[in-house]
């Protein structure tokens, strides 16, 4: 260990260097900031849920250096000197919780065409609030797999600098398709001229749009393989790119290191999805006995959002929604509900993902019960949306209560195993090591 430290030293002293005029120019700005502390916070709680395995560690201490957890031990274990408390008898901790499908540029109160009122600005700035009603509800990573104008990739940014309060966002900016597919913009007559400037209809042309949204801020790549419930003109089950371009987006993508979700709600787009190397089937609304099959063989994750049409069909004629839309959704729902049994009955990997923007931002929380209703237990769901869903992403930063990864913690007063329900309104977050809401 020594030598090889050692075999390192000229560089090790060029980097003390840089650090050292870096700290100079630091203590010159601010003296405070250069002697400062590691911050620490110190949670204890009545129960832990392990994420990994589903089970319950009762009386955990966790121990967030600097936003990462630094360890994980039980009530009495030494803690740091000097370290904020958050003490949480008789909660239960869980890791922040992951919303895999979420749009936090949609508001849900404009539907059809009421939002053509607003400037396009009107939802750079709501999405402002979405991520703030987001991070309060426990969800501390989001995927958002679809925006306008790269909406997404901005705020992100912001967050990410510390200018705004908001779940940490892996951004897909704009998702796309086939030209007239559920991806492009289906709303309007062509004097209007108005198109996704990512539709691809060739296997070419896919390849160009994955490395130009990678260029500006893509983190995943969302795509359209099928018709969808609220775009005009198309339909669920019709399949609308082919084989070959979604196999040039898979190829792209993960050449590049990015994943590929794919909306896919008819059967033929979704086992050619699988097929072509998709990572995440989003919707999967009339998947099929062979689809179920591909997906275990594949390891391809679903992403279904089988609570949004409580909500899209007590509210949608209210907000705008034009009747073949709301029609669609009444034709998919409870299809959709049911293969979501029989998915996760089979055993196919399946992540929490909501929609998020097609019902009201905050209510994330809402579906956990729905998956209990079709065949999930409590820990099962409650995994899909942490350790599952960070494993759908790739990362070993969220998810899990873990030394190493970041402080995201959320509480809940009594047992979520037993109650999945006190997950709809979660009164303590942390994101961080940042206690974002304390509402006990
Ligand atoms: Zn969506």
């Known amino acids: 260990m020594m030598r090889h430290e050692n075999s390192k030293a000229p560089r090790a002293a060029r980097t003390g260097l840089a650090l050292a005029c870096a700290a100079l120019s630091l203590a010159l700005a601010s003296p405070a900031l250069a002697q400062q502390a590691p911050d620490t916070l110190v949670v204890t709680a009545a129960r832990l849920f392990d994420a990994s395995n589903g089970r319950l560690i009762d009386n955990p201490q966790i121990v967030i250096r600097d936003g990462r957890i630094s360890a994980v031990g039980r009530a009495g274990d030494a803690a740091p000197e000097g370290a904020r408390r958050l003490d949480l008898p008789g909660m239960t901790v869980l890791p922040g919780l992951i919303d895999m499908h979420v749009h936090l540029d949609s508001d849900p109160s404009y539907g059809g065409y009421t939002g053509l009122q607003f400037n396009d600005r009107f939802w750079s700035v709501l999405a402002v609030k979405h991520a703030q009603q987001t991070l309060q509800a426990g969800f501390t990573t989001v995927r958002n797999v679809g925006a306008d104008a790269w909406n997404d990739v901005g705020l992100r940014q912001a967050i990410d600098e510390g200018k705004l309060a908001g779940p940490r966002i892996v951004t897909a900016a704009y998702s796309f398709g086939a030209t007239g597919g559920h991806c492009d913009s289906t709303y309007f007559p062509p004097s209007m001229a108005q198109k996704n400037p990512y539709n691809a209809d060739s296997a070419a042309e896919a ?101 949004n049409t409580d909500y899209t069909q007590a509210e949608g004629k209210k907000n705008g929604v034009l009747e073949d839309n709301l029609r669609k959704d009444r034709e998919v729902g409870d299809i959709q509900r049911e293969n979501f049994r029989r998915a996760h009955a089979a055993g196919v990997k399946m992540v929490y993902g909501t929609d998020a923007g097609v019902y009201p931002h905050g209510l994330n929380g809402k579906q956990f019960a729905v998956m209990t209703r079709y065949g999930m237990s409590p820990a099962q769901a409650i995994r899909a949306a942490t350790f599952d869903a960070a494993q759908a992403l790739g990362r070993k930063d969220v998810g899990l209560i873990e030394t190493g990864r970041w402080g995201d913690l959320v509480a809940v007063a009594g047992d979520p195993t037993q109650d999945v329900r006190l997950l709809e309104s979660v009164p303590v977050v942390v994101k961080g090591g940042e206690v974002v809401k304390d509402a006990r």
């Open 207 to 307: 390849r160009k749009s994955v490395r130009e949204l990678r260029k500006y801020g893509a983190q995943v790549i969302k795509i359209c393989a099928t018709g969808g419930v609220f775009s005009r003109n198309t339909e669920p089950g019709q399949q609308q790119m082919s084989f070959e371009e979604m196999k040039a987006v898979a190829d792209e993508a993960h050449q590049w290191g990015l994943r590929v979700a794919a909306h896919a709600h008819g059967a033929a787009g979704i086992r050619d999805a699988i097929r072509a190397g998709v990572d995440t089937i989003e919707h999967a609304s009339l998947i099929d006995e062979e689809g179920i099959r591909l997906a275990k063989q594949h390891g391809a994750w679903l992403s279904m959002d089988i609570y």
